[in-house]
C-alpha cells in the first residue's frame, strides 16, 4: 500500500524536462500503460461501439413498432370478436325465447290434443257402455220373449186341442193379412 501512494506521489514530481529512462516502478507504469489502452480503445472502438449501440437500438426500435402494430392488429381482431359474439349472443337469446315460446306452443298443442282425445275417448267409451247395455237389453228381451214364448205354447198346447189351434192360426193368419192390405 505504501508503494501504490509513493507511485502518486513520484508522479507528482517528475520533472518536466530532462531524460528519458525506464521507470521501474511496476504499479505507477502499468496504471499509465493501462490509462493509455484504454484511451485508445474508447479513441478507436467509440465508432465500432456506437456502431454496434445504434444497431441494437434499431432493432429494438423496430422490434417494438412491430409489436404495437401486432397490439393494434389484436386489438382491433379483440372488438371484431367481441362484437361477433355480442351478435351471437343475441341470436342465441332470440333462439332460445323462440325455442322456449315454440316449446310453450308444443305443449298448449299436446295438452289440447290429449284433452280432445280424452273428451273422445269417453265419448266412445259411453258410447259403447250405451250399445252394450242396449244389447243387453234386447237379449234379456229376447230371452224373457223366446220363454214367455215357450210358455205361452206351453199353455196353449196343454189346453189347446188341435182343432181350436187351427182355427187360432187362421184368425192370426186374417189379422196378419188385414194388417199388410192397411200398409
Known amino acids: ?10 508522479l507528482g514530481h517528475w520533472p518536466s524536462a530532462g531524460s528519458f529512462g525506464f521507470n521501474t516502478d511496476i504499479l505507477a507504469t502499468n496504471l499509465i500503460n493501462l490509462t493509455v489502452v484504454i484511451g485508445v480503445l474508447i479513441f ?11 444497431n441494437r437500438k434499431q432493432r429494438i426500435l423496430s422490434t417494438i413498432r412491430n409489436s404495437e402494430e401486432l397490439r393494434r392488429g389484436t386489438i382491433e381482431q ?26 310453450e306452443r308444443e305443449k298448449e298443442n299436446w295438452i289440447n290434443a290429449t284433452c280432445n282425445s280424452l273428451e273422445q275417448l269417453e265419448k266412445s267409451k259411453n258410447e259403447t257402455l250405451y250399445f ?25 198346447n196343454s189346453c189347446l186341442n188341435t182343432e181350436l189351434h187351427f182355427r187360432t192360426i187362421r184368425a192370426n193368419i186374417g189379422i196378419l193379412g188385414a194388417m199388410e192390405w192397411k200398409k
Do not use: P
Request: net charge positive; hydrophobic share 40%.
Open 132 to 156: 252394450e247395455q242396449q244389447r243387453a237389453m234386447n237379449q234379456v228381451r229376447q230371452r224373457v220373449f223366446q220363454q214367455a214364448v215357450q210358455g205361452a205354447l206351453g199353455t196353449l
Open 78 to 103: 379483440l372488438e371484431k370478436a367481441r362484437i361477433r359474439l355480442q351478435k351471437v349472443e343475441l341470436e342465441a337469446d332470440e333462439y332460445r325465447m323462440n325455442g322456449y315460446s315454440e316449446i
Open 44 to 54: 478507436f472502438g467509440k465508432g465500432v461501439l456506437n456502431d454496434l449501440l445504434d
Open 1 to 10: 500500500m505504501k508503494n501504490v501512494t509513493h507511485s502518486f506521489v513520484f
